[in-house]
T-cell receptor, first 112, second 110 residues
Framework: NAGVTQTPKFQVLKTGQSMTLQCAQD?????MYWYRQDPGMGLRLIYY???????DKGEVPNGYNVSRLNKREFSLRLESAAPSQTSVYFC???????????FGPGTRLLVL | EDQVTQSPEALRLQEGESSSLNCSYT??????LFWYRQDPGKGPEFLFT???AGEEKEKERLKATLTKKESFLHITAPKPEDSATYLC???????????FGGGTRLMVKP
């Protein structure tokens, strides 16, 4: 089992460009999450999907959109990137919302 | 609003020198306290979940304990490979989010 996989591993964008971060899990988990990690701020939840077909905002959703494509895949889209979105993005999954979350390796995004 | 504070921010130990990491929390109805390990450039790796005061869990040189206000991660006779950032997180009774602390960066020198 690969667990949680994320692509790309690293990306550089110019301000105003768009991109989609991809996440997939092979653990048959129902719930999936997107976090960002910034120095001094800890991990903060952007969006989550409790189950296939549902998505909800987390703590810092502004500037992002998500799509739960199917049970395995959960993507995060930046429509118009801003330097404040420079961060490390982590996808996570859990069997259900109340269970332990397992994280992917992260995507490092630099917005110039 | 749930809050998690970890201390110290950084900790340097000699190999074999035991110590503890602290995670203080305020939460509206604790539904789980989680410890993760994060190596540089990687995602957090799950270590433990604690649910109620008095609960303890162990894994190799690590032991996690929980009280009503804080959790400790005790590291006994650490080795250089224990060097990492240790993250603490809490889930409240709403159950839909984890609140993370800022982490403790542990460095173990041989």
């Amino acid at each position: 089992n690969a667990g949680v996989t994320q692509t790309p591993k690293f990306q550089v964008l110019k301000t105003g460009q768009s991109m989609t971060l991809q996440c997939a899990q092979d653990m048959n988990h129902n719930s999936m999450y997107w976090y960002r990690q910034d120095p001094g701020m800890g991990l903060r939840l952007i969006y989550y999907s409790a189950s296939e077909g549902t998505t909800d905002k987390g703590e810092v959703p502004n500037g992002y959109n998500v799509s739960r494509l199917n049970k395995r895949e959960f993507s995060l889209r930046l429509e118009s990137a801003a330097p404040s979105q420079t961060s490390v993005y982590f996808c996570a999954s859990s069997e259900i919302m109340q269970e332990t979350q397992y994280f992917g390796p992260g995507t490092r995004l630099l917005v110039l | 609003e749930d809050q998690v504070t970890q201390s110290p921010e950084a900790l340097r130990l000699q190999e074999g020198e035991s110590s503890s990491l602290n995670c203080s929390y305020t939460v509206s109805g604790l539904r789980g306290l989680f410890w993760y390990r994060q190596d540089p450039g990687k995602g957090p790796e799950f270590l433990f979940t604690l649910y109620s005061a008095g609960e303890e869990k162990e894994k190799e040189r690590l032991k996690a304990t929980l009280t009503k206000k804080e959790s400790f991660l005790h590291i006994t006779a650490p080795k250089p490979e224990d060097s990492a950032t240790y993250l603490c997180a809490v889930r409240n009774n709403a159950g839909n989010m984890l609140t993370f602390g800022g982490g403790t960066r542990l460095m173990v020198k041989p």
